[in-house]
C-alpha cells in the first residue's frame, strides 16, 4: 500500500504563497483521484481541492482562484499552489489518495503539515 508524506507547510504573511507536497512511496498511475483536504483546529477534515487521473481538478469555493492542484505521475507527486494566503486558510493539509474515487476516507492518508497564516 502506497504511504504519503507532505513537506512544505509553514507560517507565511496574509497575502503570501506557500507550496506544499506531497510524495508517494509508489505509483499514484493507477489511483483515480488524490487531493488535499484541510482540518481546523476543533473541527473535521474539509475539502481543499482534488484531481482525478483523468485531470479532473475541483476546489472548494473559499479556495478557488487562489490554490492550484497538480499531480505528476512520473514522479509520484502532489502539489498544492497555494497564492494570497489568508488567517482562515490556518490548519493542517492533508494529502490523500482515493483509490476509486468512492470515498476518501477509505483511501490513504499523509501525516499532515501544518500551515499558519498570521503577520
Known amino acids: 500500500q502506497v504511504q504519503l508524506v507532505e513537506s512544505g507547510g509553514g507560517l507565511v504573511q496574509p497575502g503570501g504563497s506557500l507550496r506544499l507536497s506531497c510524495v508517494a512511496s509508489?505509483?499514484?498511475?493507477?489511483?483515480?483521484?488524490m487531493g488535499w483536504y484541510r482540518r481546523f483546529r476543533g473541527s473535521s477534515r474539509e475539502l481543499v481541492a482534488t484531481?482525478?487521473?483523468?485531470?479532473?481538478?475541483d476546489y472548494a469555493d473559499s479556495v478557488a482562484g487562489r490554490f492550484t492542484i497538480s499531480r505528476d505521475n512520473e514522479k509520484n507527486t502532489l502539489t498544492l499552489e497555494m497564492n494570497n494566503l489568508k488567517p482562515e486558510d490556518t490548519a493542517v493539509y492533508y494529502c490523500?489518495?482515493?483509490?476509486?474515487?468512492?470515498?476518501?476516507?477509505?483511501?490513504?492518508w499523509g501525516q499532515g503539515t501544518q500551515v499558519n497564516v498570521s503577520a
Open positions: 490523500n489518495a482515493d483509490w476509486d474515487g468512492s470515498n476518501p476516507d477509505f483511501g490513504v
Open positions: 509508489g505509483a499514484i498511475w493507477p489511483i483515480y483521484q
Open positions: 484531481v482525478t487521473s483523468r485531470g479532473r481538478k
